[in-house]
């Protein structure tokens, strides 16, 4: 797993600037996009353009990937399959080598019993998911592409 140059707080804080504070679904979409950045040996900050999204949820978790990888809709590096599910799958453009990575169905439940029983769900989620670990907050697979990623043709 590759080391990223910036830190979980350095994600979490670039990822709140897109909203009014931080929550945990945000913190998922930076956890998902770091854990696949890792795993794909890429680092956003240092290699700039490598990485495609297919993002499947267009709300706060989309907001955390964008928020490590750089890429978006409007730059052509991100496409929105809307199938509501919390996922992603992510694509080392010139490998062509992929990974989905989920959140884990147990992860709400985990958070609730790792903090204090007098915060609220949503308080224990944000904190939970910021240190708990990979395998036990996300779930992942490599994944085969059947075409590469459409790539927007460079300006004319």
């Not at 267009?58 to 750089?70: F, Q, R, S, Y």
């Not at 904190?127 to 592409?145: F, K, N, S």
Request: with cysteine; glycine share 4%; aromatic share 6%.
């Amino acid at each position: 797993m590759k080391e990223l140059h910036n830190s979980l707080q350095e994600h979490l804080t670039k990822c709140a600037m897109l909203h009014t504070c931080l929550c945990p679904r945000q913190v998922i979409g930076v956890r998902m996009a770091r854990f696949a950045c890792g795993w794909l040996g890429v680092d956003p900050a240092v290699q700039r353009k490598q990485l495609f999204v297919y993002m499947e949820v267009g709300h706060c978790a989309a907001d955390g990937v964008i928020a490590v990888t750089n890429a978006s809709l409007t730059n052509g590096l991100m496409q929105l399959i809307d199938y509501g599910k919390l996922a992603a799958t992510f694509v080392h453009l010139p490998t062509n080598r992929a990974v989905r990575v989920r959140e884990n169905q147990t992860s709400r439940e985990l958070a609730l019993q790792m903090m204090p029983p007098d915060q609220s769900s949503w308080e224990a989620q944000l904190q939970a998911y910021q240190v708990m670990p990979d395998d036990q907050l996300l779930r992942w697979h490599e994944v085969r592409l059947s075409d590469p990623p459409f790539r927007v043709p460079k300006k004319h």
